[in-house]
């Protein structure tokens, strides 16, 4: 396993991370979920990642779990917060009250006295950022989070709450958790990345495999496999109005078949894809099910010729409309 320094930061992260959205404490049962955290660790992954909306703190519960018979020394644990976790207006944003009462919430779930990196998962117009920036700092300084980030913040966000944390004296962002894949490029390589280069912050990357598109599974023309996302309209909004174009499908098994020839799987390219920008600490997984987390997995060690990486690049050129 590959490790790499998260920004300027002294954390160094595995490339790979595990995490939970609509998975672990959600789809994934308490016994496939500690299989997959197991097969994890003796892969060398060393973080896990999760948040307080997931099933509506029930990820987090689930890590709680899973990880008591675990050094606590042994892993690096990332959570958010932001979303609504009830009815009451106080019961969201990134305002102080909110991110210390989520904060507490959130480490009782997970059953530790302390978060690693403590994320805002979205941006908040609400709270003025110096409001929110004080606050990760308070938390910092009672011991509750050791890191702070954000999510899905645009460059000038991600700049703003750097120059207010040095304004103030105050612990700045080190990291930032963007959407991120071969099928959704532009936000990231025109705007946060360049932001969060030159401001020293890692990027740990959210649905690196376009939610199952960049597999290769889905056939263009074809109806999706009965027990896929694609197929389950519980599930598939935001593949459906993001990711399944046709000429999205096609572009995936062209992926496929590159990836053959390499013997390795769609997945691992795509993957691998992700992991050779130079802004991307890390890729964050998530699966249904162990035999999947293990193929993506061997990602990690997968060398790629650089005219196949030349070849995906041109594939999937932004100047194609549709790879947003």
């Known amino acids: 396993m590959e490790y ?9 992260l595995s490339v790979m991370g595990l995490g939970s959205w609509l998975t672990i404490g959600h789809h994934v049962d308490d016994e496939v979920a500690a299989r997959q955290i197991s097969l994890c660790f003796e892969q060398g992954v060393n973080w896990l990642d999760t948040a307080d909306a997931y099933n509506t703190g029930g990820a987090e519960a689930a890590f709680g779990r899973l990880l008591a018979g675990y050094r606590r020394e042994s892993y690096v644990l990332a959570t958010k917060a932001w979303a609504p976790m009830s009815e009451a207006p106080t019961d969201r944003g990134l305002s102080a009250k909110h991110l210390r009462e989520a904060c507490e ?4 779930r997970l059953g530790t006295d302390y978060v690693d990196l403590y994320q805002c998962h979205r941006p908040d117009p609400l709270t003025p950022i110096a409001e929110t920036v004080r606050a990760m700092d308070d938390l910092a300084r009672a011991g509750k989070i050791i890191y ?6 645009s460059g000038w966000q991600i700049m703003e709450a750097v120059k207010v944390a040095e304004q103030l004296g105050c612990r700045p962002p080190v990291s930032n958790q963007p959407r991120y894949s071969l099928l959704w490029r532009r ?3 025109e705007d946060t ?4 280069q030159h401001l020293g912050l890692g ?17 263009p023309g074809a109806p999706p496999p009965a027990e896929s996302r694609a197929a389950d309209d519980s599930k598939n909004s935001i593949m459906r109005n993001l990711y399944l174009a046709e000429e999205n499908l096609r572009r995936a098994q062209r992926v ?10 769609a997945a691992q390219l795509a993957l691998r894809w992700c992991l050779r920008h130079p802004a991307v600490t890390a890729v964050i997984l998530g699966a249904n099910k162990v035999s999947h987390l293990a193929d993506n997995l061997k990602a990690a060690d997968l060398t790629v010729p ?8 041109e594939l999937f050129a932004l100047d194609k409309p549709a790879a947003p």
């Not at 790499?4 to 160094?12: D, F, P, S």
């Not at 740990?204 to 889905?218: D, E, I, M, N």
């Open 4 to 12: 790499r320094q998260l920004g300027a930061c002294g954390l160094r």
């Open 105 to 108: 919430a959130s480490l009782r």
């Open 148 to 153: 702070w980030g954000v999510s899905e913040w």
């Open 187 to 189: 936000q990231c390589e």
């Open 193 to 196: 990345f360049p932001c969060t």
């Open 203 to 219: 990027n740990v990357v959210f649905s690196p495999l376009a939610h199952g598109v960049l597999t290769g599974k889905y056939q």
């Open 256 to 265: 496929r078949e590159l990836a053959e020839e390499l013997g390795a799987s």
């Open 306 to 313: 650089d005219e196949v990486m030349t070849e995906i690049d």
